[in-house]
């Protein structure tokens, strides 16, 4: 059996941070994810999917993601239930995620330029995987010679 999601989208509001009484931070946030097809009046629709993250993964999504930025989320979908104050049965469903994304730093949200920033974050909850899973990469286009010819060798090529 599987249960896997990944998601590509902008977040609907700032991250919301909170604690359990027992002191474990969880992170709820809503992502748009744009359907691949327009409606029948040409307006593109969108899927707002509620997102939640535990402890280490929780904090850092609290710290560094808002309104708008463009997040890659991984993880799997959880469907929960209980009684609201009217005696009936509300179901959520929700993502629960070990792996987030941030597929632009704060200066391509905010619209300058640039180079682009990917980080990437993961929360585990078995302790050999609380180890530094976190890290940032700079994507540096390898192909930005402005224009100029590449040498290459034929030895350089793989075929």
Request: hydrophobic share 30%.
């Amino acid at each position: 059996m599987l249960n896997r999601v990944i998601l590509i989208g902008r977040l609907t509001r700032d991250p919301e941070l909170r604690y359990t009484p027992a002191g474990v931070a969880v992170t709820q946030f809503t992502l748009a994810v744009d359907r691949p097809f327009t409606a029948q009046g040409g307006e593109r629709e969108a899927d707002f999917i509620p997102v939640v993250t535990w402890r280490q993964l929780a904090e850092t999504c609290a710290n560094y993601l808002r309104k708008g930025r463009l997040t890659a989320v991984e993880g799997r979908i959880q469907v929960r239930n209980y009684e609201n104050n009217e005696g009936k049965r509300v179901y959520v469903t929700e993502v629960i995620a070990d792996n987030v994304r941030f597929l632009e730093s704060n200066r391509d949200s905010s619209g300058g330029g640039g180079n682009r920033e990917e980080s990437s974050f993961s929360g585990g909850s078995s302790s050999g995987n609380r180890g530094n899973n976190n890290y940032s990469r700079n994507n540096q286009d390898p192909f930005s010679d402005e224009g100029k010819p590449i040498d290459i060798s034929d030895d350089d090529l793989p075929f």
